[in-house]
């Protein structure tokens, strides 16, 4: 069964640190990209970071270059964003997906996790 489970939210304050989980079971892991994105309040869903299979090629957006950074672990099947500098408006729930296309389109990715929330305070 193909399934993806965040974890590693929480409450921090601006300029500390957070480490996300995302364990991936199925075909998931294999599946040539995998990706973060967030969600805040009233706003779209937004592409955050992806990495791919092999090479493990990576991108980021322009609002979290240089703070954040994404990885994977094979033996464990899990991707991990450890997410450094934090600002207010990094809060946001954080979603793991995974997909075939090296793209920074939510739509372009076909499975989901459920989805960690993140919340940096003043």
């Known amino acids: 069964q193909e399934q993806l489970v965040e974890s590693g939210g929480g409450l921090v304050q601006a300029g500390g640190s957070l480490r996300l989980s995302c364990a991936a079971s199925g075909r998931t892991f294999s599946m040539d990209v995998m990706a973060w994105f967030r969600q805040a309040p009233g706003k779209e869903r937004e592409f955050v970071a992806r990495?791919?299979?092999?090479?493990?090629?990576?991108y980021y957006s322009d609002s979290v270059k240089g703070r954040f950074f994404i990885s994977r672990d094979s033996a464990k099947n899990t991707v991990y964003l450890q997410m450094n500098s934090l600002k207010p408006e990094d809060t946001a729930v954080y979603y793991c997906?995974?997909?075939?296309?090296?793209?920074?389109?939510?739509?372009?990715?076909?499975?989901w996790g459920q989805g960690t929330q993140v919340t940096v305070s003043t």
């Open positions: 990495i791919r299979r092999s090479p493990g090629t990576t």
């Open positions: 997906a995974a997909g075939t296309y090296y793209s920074t389109s939510y739509n372009s990715y076909d499975y």
